[in-house]
């Protein structure tokens, strides 16, 4: 993530298997928009590995998918869309960057726990 909370991206990046007769497409909502991407990165390895099918000219080749979205403040959701049919995959938070450094700070430590050690 970047420094500043104008900038600031947060990076998806995975695979999906569906039924090569269908449509996938991959979406963040941030409740205002939809942002839509195409599963267009090459994954062999997942052909292979996840359907002991040969990649070469596999229909499925193409499951992968790689983008980024800017870090929304406010509540998103995460998912697939196939078939026309959407599916949430995920559900959550940004957190500020007053919470992330709020949580990078070092909690002090008791007088009793001092002592302990």
Excluded at 58 to 76: S, T
Excluded at 99 to 114: D, F, G, L, Y
Aim: aromatic share 12%; glycine share 6%; proline share 5%.
């Amino acid at each position: 993530m970047n420094d500043t909370a104008s900038d600031a991206m947060l990076k998806f990046h995975g695979w999906m298997l569906y039924e090569p007769i269908y449509r996938a497409t991959v979406w963040v909502d941030d409740g205002e928009q939809r942002h839509s991407f195409e599963l267009t990165v090459e994954r062999p390895n997942v052909v292979e590995q996840k359907l002991g099918e040969s990649a070469d000219n596999h229909p499925l080749r193409r499951c992968g998918f790689q983008f980024e979205v800017p870090v929304f403040n406010k509540p998103f959701r995460f998912g697939f869309r196939v078939n026309g049919q959407s599916i949430t995959v995920l559900e959550g938070q940004w957190l500020t960057h007053q919470q992330i450094a709020a949580m990078e700070q070092p909690k002090k430590a008791s007088i009793w726990q001092r002592f302990k050690k």
